[in-house]
Every structure is written in C-alpha cells, then in structure tokens.
C-alpha cells in the first residue's frame, strides 16, 4: 500500500437539515432515494437545457446531512447557485472550507467503500488502480503535485467526467457517459434537465461521447476545455476535460463528437492525440 499524499483543498458543499436528501432527490440527476445510508455515489447538476453543470460525490455525512465533494473544485459557485432553489425546504446549504484532500493509491479491492472517523470520511475509488481519497479537517499541506498529477492520470484512466468551470453546462449526462457510473436516472422524477435528458435517453439523439485520449510530450494547450481538432487545424472534433500523467506519459479524458474517430486529431499546438474507449 503506498503512502498517503496531499491533493490541496478538497471542494466540499454541505446540505444540512431534515429535508437535505428530499432536496437533493429533486435536483440533483442521481436517484438519491435510492443511496444506501452511510455509503456515497457520483452524481450531477443540470441546466434547463439538461447539461451537466456540476459533477461530484455525494456524501451522506450523517444526522441529516450530505456532503458534495467537487473533485475540480468550483464548490462556492454550486452552494451559490443550489440556494437559488431552496425556497421553504428545511436545509442550509454551504461551502465548506477547512477540510484536506488526501489520496492513497494502490489500496486493497476491499477495503470499505465509505468510512467516517469524527469529521474525516474516506471513500474508495474503484478502477485501474483501486485508491482511497480522504476529506478531512484542517489546513493542507504543501500539495504534491506529482501525486496530484497521477492522481488525475487515474481519474482519466477510470473515466471519470470530472468538470469545472471551463466545460460546465456544455454535455448531457450520455456524453459523459453518467449512466456507466450510476450517476444519472431517467425514471426517478422530475430533476433539472430531466425532461430533455430523458427524452434523449429514450429517443436518442446524442451523437457525442467519451474517450481517454494521449499524447507523447507534455502540451501547455493541454488545459480543461481545450478545443480537440481536426487534420485542418480548424474544426473542432472534441473538448478535453482535464489531463494528467502516468507512466505511460500524458493522459487526459476527452468529449469527442464523433467517439468511433481514432485518429487525425490533434491539440492546438499540433500536439498528435491519440484515442480510445473506457
């Protein structure tokens, strides 16, 4: 087992109250009903339109609480935007500041999926390469950002759609391929975006999906929401979402319109990128 690492500030929003989980059931995309108590899922936040403005973990912290944990962060803007729709329902809904990521890579498979220990809750994160993340109380250290940066080479790896605020509100739920993750439902009721996400989840109509996409040099046009393009340098064929490292070398996760192209793509820098499937 490999030793514990800083991430930085873990983006955390915080529902508390007795009506925080019938909230969180009309807004948010996964069936939060049906999370067990003391566990966690992936979840999302859409538009009007059924874009994914937010994607993140959702916590059940307890005593009528759930946490959301943003792993790109942005989580002042989510808990600004989420009180705009909290009309007479029994919660306060925060930021919460204070509290430290801390990662843990190559852990055993089964190890719990979700732990607290008094204000500290670590979950597991399954895939590739099976890893603990903590969100604990108290300033962070100095970030270790080669960690940090493998640490992302994972999440691409596992395919995780993490987004911030360069590619917010920009997909629906099936080019990000929520449903592989459990963190969209197309019958639970009416949420944001509902009525658009699943009318194209029953009648088609998404052409876009999701890839792991690499490169061979380290790319400074390699950011969040950097334009994927063409052999002709000017049509744009897809968004990276974010990157990372691993031993491989750089590894990012893509949304590309046409997901079956495999080749003729590059950064804007000229950079080569290759793609594949989850």
Request: hydrophobic share 40%; with cysteine.
């Amino acid at each position: 087992m490999s030793e514990a690492c800083t991430l930085g500030n873990a983006g955390l929003v915080r529902l508390q109250g007795p009506d925080s989980r019938s909230f969180a059931q009309s807004q948010f995309c996964s069936d939060v009903a049906a999370q067990p108590a003391d566990d966690w899922r992936w979840s999302g936040w859409l538009d009007a339109k059924g874009r994914v403005r937010y994607f993140f973990a959702l916590v059940d912290a307890g005593d009528d609480g759930l946490l959301a944990w943003l792993p790109l962060g942005d989580a002042a803007s989510f808990a600004l935007e989420l009180r705009r729709f909290q009309f007479r329902a029994k919660l306060t809904i925060e930021n919460v500041e204070g509290f430290s990521l801390i990662g843990q890579f190559d852990v055993a498979p089964g190890s719990p999926r979700w732990q607290r220990d008094g204000d500290a809750f670590q979950l597991r994160l399954d895939g590739a390469t099976p890893r603990l993340v903590r969100l604990a109380t108290g300033s962070h250290s100095e970030v270790d950002l080669d960690s940090l940066q493998r640490w992302r080479g994972c999440d691409a790896s596992d395919g995780l759609p993490l987004i911030d605020a360069a590619c917010a509100a920009e997909f629906v739920p099936q080019a990000l391929d929520l449903e592989r993750l459990a963190a969209v439902s197309f019958r639970k009721g009416c949420y944001p975006g509902q009525e658009i996400a699943a009318r194209m989840h029953f009648r088609g109509g998404n052409k876009r999906g999701l890839r792991v996409v690499r490169w061979d040099a380290p790319s400074g046009s390699a950011i969040p929401g950097a334009r994927l393009l063409g052999t002709d340098t000017e049509t744009t064929v897809g968004t990276l979402l974010y990157s990372g490292l691993d031993p491989i070398g750089p590894i990012g996760l893509a949304v590309l319109a046409d997901p079956r192209r495999t080749e003729g793509i590059a950064l804007r820098d000229g950079t080569q990128v290759r793609c594949k499937a989850i």
